[in-house]
Every structure is written in structure tokens, then in C-alpha cells.
């Protein structure tokens, strides 16, 4: 099954409060398509609105690459989880949550780095592929791994 391409518009209000309305477009909308549809909607919606729009992103799908899991492993939980704490040039550190974490890499509440792919799982987010590697949002690169624990979420 395809996804849909998602714009999503940021909108910020008078109290300082942000919400974002989107649109979706077909799955074989290509990037020529996306930016002539947002040019289009997003003056449109301005015009609706008394917020203000201050950014606007596109979600599109990603054709997976061969060797994933067919399946779902049997009592696999999405809830049960493993939080990644990055190291990067803000104050702050960037967590990444990985649902359904495997619980045989956990000791105890921590996540094992000696376990099986978790030392090349973290070096994709510090080192990256190709020239390019993940940023905490803001454009920090991440630097190094903080700590990494068991995690509950609903």
C-alpha cells in the first residue's frame, strides 16, 4: 500500500500557540508537484486564517530497500521502546525514541551497545552515510551518543 504525500503548514496563534494543518497528495506526486501544489495552497490558506504561518515541510513515502522483516516479531509492542540521548552543539541533548526496541538488547533498564547492530544503529546517527547524517532539528549535527534507556510509551 502507498502512502500519501503530507504538507504540513505550520500555524502560529496570538497566544504563541502552534498547530499545523496539511494536505495530502497522491503518492507519485514528485517534487515539481509538491512545491507548485504548496506555491498554490499555501496563500490560499493564509488567506483563511488569522494565524500566522511560520514553515511548512513535506512527509513523503520512501521505497523501503530489500531484507526487512516480513513480519512483525511475535509479541512485539510498539509502547515498549528504547530512548536515544544525543550530544550536540545546543544546550540541550536530542532524544530519538525507537519503538518495539528488541528486549534482549536491554540490561536491565539501559540499552546494551555491545548488542547486536546497536553500535552501528548509534554510528548512523553521529557518523550518517555518504556525506549526510541526521541533525538535531535545529542543524546541530549530533555528536555522540549520552545515554540510551528502556522506555515506556502509550
Do not use: C
Not at 39 to 51: K, Q, T
Amino acid at each position: 500500500m502507498a502512502s500519501d504525500v503530507m504538507i504540513s503548514a505550520n500555524i502560529l496563534d496570538a497566544d504563541g500557540d502552534t498547530k499545523a494543518a496539511h494536505a495530502f497528495l497522491g503518492s507519485a506526486a514528485i517534487d515539481a508537484d509538491i512545491n507548485t501544489f504548496a506555491a498554490f495552497w499555501l496563500p490560499l490558506l493564509d488567506a483563511v486564517i488569522d494565524g500566522k504561518i511560520t514553515g511548512a515541510s513535506v512527509t513523503k513515502p520512501l521505497a523501503l530497500p530489500g531484507g526487512l522483516k516480513a513480519g512483525a516479531v511475535a509479541l512485539s509492542e510498539v509502547q515498549k521502546g528504547a530512548n536515544f540521548s544525543f550530544v550536540n552543539a545546543s544546550r540541550y541533548k536530542y532524544g530519538v525514541w525507537i519503538p518495539a526496541f528488541t528486549p534482549s538488547l536491554f540490561t536491565g533498564d539501559v540499552v546494551n551497545q555491545g548488542g547486536a547492530g546497536v553500535a552501528a544503529f548509534i554510528a548512523a546517527y553521529v557518523t550518517g552515510t555518504g556525506g549526510i547524517a541526521p541533525t538535531n532539528g535545529f542543524g546541530f549535527d549530533l555528536t555522540s551518543l549520552a545515554r540510551a534507556t528502556k522506555n515506556f510509551r502509550k
